[in-house]
């Protein structure tokens, strides 16, 4: 392995930076976008049974922001039920942006890596070919072992850096299907939150738990 690096030039190292980045990133985003992590199943069906049993309180609603992404969903629904239906949705609409921002973190880098890996490796064709034909102006064509080295150097970048960029490109479209998913399932938790908060009055304790309550949580 050393020895492919060594002959594919100094290219190889920010195309095997690129690679490092890459798998780190897909491994972090694996773990991250976790269905159980993100829309818990058992979450909203806990929160309506709080809010029937007149138990929704600040700490459970700090409870319930801290769980999951979909938590902060929720919380912040439940923090405005008092402000109306149209207020409610437009806060859960606010809250679902800055969720989706951290759901999508570090796509915009794999996607960088992608695009770049592939650049990298032409450039270091276009240098092992520049090195090929300087040899062919300096000794001809007799000198097959310099020859040989400029063209080995112009294939190991490209094949590296391609090899860098398609999987690259295969998990960050991956991982942008998978964060579409899991928004539309926590919109659809959002909005049968809303539809059952609409028709249900809101207890004296609901309506004593504010927004303030919620930031302070």
């Given at each position: 392995m050393f020895e492919l690096v060594k002959?594919?030039?100094w290219l190889m190292v920010p195309i095997l930076?690129?690679?490092?980045?890459s798998a780190a990133i897909c491994i972090e985003r694996f773990w991250t976008l976790r269905g159980s992590q993100v829309v818990p199943k058992a979450l909203l069906t806990e929160v309506w049974q709080w809010i029937q049993q007149n138990q929704m309180t600040p700490q459970r609603i700090k409870q319930i922001r801290a769980q999951s992404p979909l938590g902060v969903i929720l919380a912040t629904g439940i923090?405005?039920?008092?402000?109306?239906r149209e207020q409610m949705k437009q806060s859960i609409e606010?809250?679902?942006?800055?969720?989706i921002h951290e759901l999508e973190r570090y796509l915009s880098t794999l996607g960088t890596v992608a695009a770049v890996s592939?650049?990298?490796?032409?450039l270091g064709t276009v240098i092992g070919m520049i090195k090929v034909f300087s040899a062919i102006q300096l000794e001809g064509v007799g000198n097959a072992a310099v020859l040989a080295g400029g063209i080995s150097e112009a294939l190991i970048t490209t094949a590296a850096g391609l090899t860098v960029a398609i999987p690259s490109l295969f998990f960050y479209r991956f991982f942008q299907r998978r964060v579409d998913e899991l928004v539309m399932e926590m919109e659809q938790d959002a909005l049968k939150?809303?539809?059952?908060?609409?028709?249900?009055?809101?207890s004296g304790q609901n309506q004593s738990i504010s927004n303030s309550e919620l930031q302070r949580g």
């Open positions: 002959a594919g030039g930076i690129c690679s490092v980045i923090g405005n039920h008092h402000r109306g606010e809250a679902s942006g800055q969720v592939p650049l990298i490796g032409l939150l809303v539809e059952v908060l609409s028709v249900t009055p809101a």
